[in-house]
Every structure is written in structure tokens, then in C-alpha cells.
């Protein structure tokens, strides 16, 4: 089992719906969940971080975290063809993995206008 | 406030050939990591400083692969002698906290 996973996509929204990434990760001790964006080309950059159970909002973005289900989803509203790109989760590990950073394999979303 | 600096960006070699980058992180930023990003897959940590110890080297390939962190500030990674499947992203990436990674552009490698 890998340890952080997402869905395999790619995902293909039309311009204006909601965008739903999800990603599950094995280490029961985790501690805190991340979500990056990487545009084709360029380096990850941090959209969200969720440490809690339940939702957190930022703008276009929210971040859903269940620790009982050891999963964790990012939601975009409204979503623009800006938005296109690999969406990776990572998940800092719990206990001797503390300060450890696993990426999963990233999701490739399309918003087509 | 300067970025974390990567050099070079692009470097292209024969396979048994040896390479390095070099990776400057942000100011005061007492974490540094180094991941392997092949195409189409997420980065892997390969490993990771605090100031100059090695918190995690667990999935670097030792036998070819090294990293030092002098002084604390700026690191290299070295690959010697590489092989076709090092090809791939090298990302450098410092933090203040565990919350948020800020990554360089990145050293493409290609191996012939």
C-alpha cells in the first residue's frame, strides 16, 4: 500500500463546477495534510494545510480532513481554467516521521472553458 | 525576500558520468530537503537537513547518490556515477516551519 495516495485522474471539470481531489494516506500518526498546486513545468507551491478534523475554507478552496478515515479532500468552487494543473497532497508523518513530508502521486485537473 | 536558488537548471549527461547541484536556501530557513521528481509521479524525499545534520537520508541511494550541508546554509547533491532512471526533477526546498515548503525552480537532469 502506498503511503500517501490520490486519485489517478486526470480530472476534467467544466469551467465553473466544483472540483473534488481526494487523498488517503496509511500512517494512522499523522499529523497535518497539505495540498500543492504545480503548474506544468514549474516547482509545487502550498495551497491549503489542514491539521483538524473537519473542513477548512480559504477562498475557491476547502480542504476536508477525516483522521478515522485516514482521508483527506480538497474541494475547488468555481473553478477556472487558471486552476489547470497537478495537484499533489502530502501528508507530514506521525511519531519518528514527524517533519517527514510524503507526497502522493499528484492529480492532473483540466477546467475547460 | 529572495527564493530558494537552484543551480543549474538543466543538465544533460551520459549515463556513468557524475553530476551536482547546488540548492541556496531562504534566508534563515533552518530546513532543507532535497526530493526526486520523476515525470509524472509526485517528488520523493531523498533527504533532509536541520541546519547541517541529516534528519532523514532513508530513501537516498548512498551508493550513488550524496549530499552534504556546510555550514548550515547552502547544499549539494551529487550523483555518481548516475544511471538512466536518475533522470528526472531535482527540487530543492527549505522551511521555517513544517507547514509550508517553499521550493526552488528546480534542476532538470537528463540521462543518456
Known amino acids: 500500500q502506498k503511503e500517501v495516495e490520490q486519485n489517478s485522474g486526470p480530472l476534467s471539470v467544466p469551467e465553473g463546477a466544483i472540483a473534488s481531489l481526494n487523498c488517503t494516506y496509511s500512517?494512522?500518526?499523522?499529523?497535518?495534510f497539505f495540498w500543492y498546486r504545480q503548474y506544468s513545468g514549474k516547482s509545487p507551491e502550498l495551497i491549503m494545510f489542514?491539521?483538524?478534523?473537519g473542513d477548512k475554507e480559504d477562498g475557491r478552496f476547502t480542504a476536508q480532513l477525516n483522521k478515522a478515515s485516514q482521508y483527506v479532500s480538497l474541494l475547488i468552487r468555481d473553478s477556472q481554467p487558471s486552476d489547470s494543473a497537478t495537484y499533489l497532497c502530502a501528508v507530514n508523518g506521525g511519531g519518528t516521521s514527524y517533519g517527514k513530508l510524503t507526497f502522493g502521486q499528484g492529480t492532473i485537473l483540466t477546467v475547460h472553458p | 525576500e529572495a527564493g530558494v536558488a537552484q543551480s543549474p537548471r538543466y543538465k544533460i549527461i551520459e549515463k556513468r558520468q557524475s553530476v551536482a547541484f547546488w540548492c541556496n536556501p531562504i534566508s534563515g530557513h533552518a530546513t532543507l530537503y532535497w526530493y526526486q521528481q520523476i515525470l509524472g509521479q509526485g517528488p520523493k524525499l531523498l533527504i533532509q537537513?536541520?541546519?547541517?545534520?541529516?534528519?532523514?537520508d532513508s530513501q537516498l541511494p548512498k551508493d550513488r547518490f550524496s549530499a552534504e550541508r556546510l555550514k548550515g546554509v547552502d547544499s549539494t547533491l551529487k550523483i555518481q556515477p548516475a544511471k538512466l532512471e536518475d533522470s528526472a526533477v531535482y527540487l530543492c526546498a527549505s522551511s521555517l516551519w513544517i507547514r509550508e515548503l517553499f521550493f526552488g525552480e528546480g534542476s532538470r537532469l537528463t540521462v543518456l
Open positions: 537537513f536541520q541546519n547541517n545534520g541529516v534528519v532523514d
Open positions: 500512517d494512522r500518526g499523522s499529523q497535518s
Open positions: 489542514i491539521y483538524s478534523n
